[in-house]
């Protein structure tokens, strides 16, 4: 029974779907669905029921799954020590525009609990590259915010958070409990360079085309709507310089908090910061502490 083989089944016993566990593991559907056959072969029985209703985990299966889980845990914990106790473990981390979220500050501290022998390099990315330098190859992990293009990159989200129109404190749409984007409709808004992400410009320009000043980092935007009087968004929680607001906007959907990597990259300490992130972003989200 392969590691590989026992991946495959986890995927497919946690979406309840082959195509979608196959998307998720980058395959085609017809291999993976004739490696859990060969799976069910070994073992001697149906982990899956398969009706036009879906897919269901049968007995055995839920039972696989239970052991299985555990199993690909202690296997990624060994390679994890024996890569850091080798000395030459390393990871570049790419973070985006602000590393004083609290989300990241618990990652870095569970992180350091866990790996304290892993040397983690931190390069702080601009507005103009959400994925901090990953597809040049200058991180290992990206932790950022989407949308972006992920062809060729792997993305999980860890939170999600509402945004809100960002105005100057003497503008009459200040006054306003909360906004649509249809009362923007007009102004000038802050915008990133020629050349940046298609996606993740339109997202920030409320998906349309902006006239207005160009910006690369986050006081450069709160600059702008300061002297220019222009708009733009921003996160709702973020405390705005003095003589700003932000108003939330209440058709816009939240801005995504991601982990991204390269398709392909088995870095087992790679693996562990996902799976570590994962864990310290969802205890915020969930209350669970």
């Not at 702008?224 to 973020?238: E, I, P």
Request: proline share 6%; net charge neutral; glycine share 8%.
């Amino acid at each position: 029974m392969e590691l590989r083989t026992l991946r495959y089944f986890v995927a497919v016993a946690e979406e309840l779907h082959f195509g979608r566990a196959a998307t998720r593991l980058h395959m085609s559907q017809p291999p993976l669905s004739r490696a859990i056959q060969r799976l069910e072969t070994e073992i001697g029985a149906a982990l899956f029921d398969r009706s036009s209703a879906g897919v269901a985990l049968t007995p055995v299966g839920a039972l696989l799954l239970d052991e299985a889980r555990d199993l690909l845990d202690r296997a990624d914990r060994l390679r994890e020590r024996v890569t850091a106790a080798a000395g030459s473990a390393t990871l570049t981390v790419g973070i985006l525009g602000d590393s004083t979220d609290p989300g990241a500050i618990r990652l870095a501290a569970a992180y350091r609990r866990r790996h304290p022998r892993v040397e983690v390099r931190i390069r702080e990315t601009d507005l103009t590259d959400p994925t901090c330098g990953l597809r040049a190859g200058q991180v290992d992990i990206a932790l950022t915010r989407g949308p972006f293009d992920e062809t060729g990159l792997v993305v999980r989200e860890l939170r999600a958070d509402p945004v809100g129109a960002l105005l100057r404190a003497d503008d009459p749409l200040a006054r306003r409990e909360s906004l649509k984007q249809a009362d923007l409709t007009g102004r000038r808004w802050f915008r990133f360079p020629e050349g940046t992400d298609p996606l993740w410009q339109s997202y920030w320009s409320g998906g349309e085309p902006r006239e207005g000043p160009v910006v690369r980092a986050v006081q450069e935007c709160q600059q702008a709507v300061l002297w220019n009087g222009t708009v733009g968004m921003t996160l709702l929680d973020h405390v705005p310089a003095r003589g700003l607001t932000v108003v939330p906007l209440i058709d816009m959907p939240p801005s995504r908090v991601v982990v991204a990597w390269n398709q392909g990259d088995t870095n087992p300490v790679l693996r562990s910061f996902v799976r570590i992130a994962i864990a310290a972003y969802g205890a915020h989200c969930t209350g669970a502490g």
